[in-house]
Each structure stands twice: as C-alpha cells, then as structure tokens.
C-alpha cells in the first residue's frame, strides 16, 4: 500500500470534514493521484483526480463542494469536504495514478 487515507468521522449535514492522504514510506513521492470512495451497497466511485500538472478534476456528485489539495512539504493531499450530504456517507480511499494496492480507507458518515 502507498497511500493511505485519514480524517474520516461523523458529521451533521452541511458540515465539514478534511480528509488526509499520506504516503505510507518516506521514500514515497506523492504525484497523480485520485480519491475515491464507496458506501455500502455500492461499488466504488472516483470522486477527484489530482493530475501530475496540478490539475484537478471532480465528479459531478462533489464538484463545488469538494477541494483537493497538497502540502508538498509534508508529501501529503487533502481532500476539503464542505456542504456534506448524508449521500456522501462513504468509506474514502485514496490511491496513486496508475493504481496500487488499496490502504484501509475513512469511515465517512453524514447525518441528516
């Protein structure tokens, strides 16, 4: 596993969460990478894609709601959720661009 995602919890509709996701060895540069996230029931979605020119892209679901962004100083990638919905319970992975082996994920959970 390379990247593993942190930050998950129980929040109130419209709330906010910050996701983290580090790389799991320090020799491990964090370049493309995307977030995903799948709740129960359901297979697992791409939710943002940071690309290797600091481009992001988001799905439709989260765009205006959701932000990627990086601390290159501390090799890690947060994923800003605002204006949470209850459809946004989910556990949130994150992976590298091609993809490895999935970490653990966070436990995401909005309620109404």
């Known amino acids: 596993v390379q990247l593993q995602a942190s930050g998950g919890g129980l929040v109130q509709s419209g709330g906010s969460l910050r996701l983290s996701c580090a790389a799991t060895?320090?020799?491990?540069?964090?370049?493309?990478m995307a977030w995903w996230r799948q709740a129960p029931g359901k297979r697992r979605e791409q939710v943002a894609v940071?690309?290797?020119?600091?481009?992001?892209f988001y799905s439709d679901d989260v765009k205006g709601r959701f932000t990627v962004s990086r601390d290159n100083a501390k090799n890690t990638v947060y994923l800003q959720m605002d204006s949470l919905k209850p459809e946004d319970t989910a556990v949130y992975y994150c992976?590298?661009?091609?993809?490895?082996?999935w970490g653990q994920g966070t436990q995401v959970t909005v309620s109404s």
């Open positions: 060895r320090s020799n491990i540069n964090i370049g493309a």
């Open positions: 940071l690309a290797s020119d600091g481009n992001v």
């Open positions: 992976n590298t661009l091609p993809y490895s082996d």
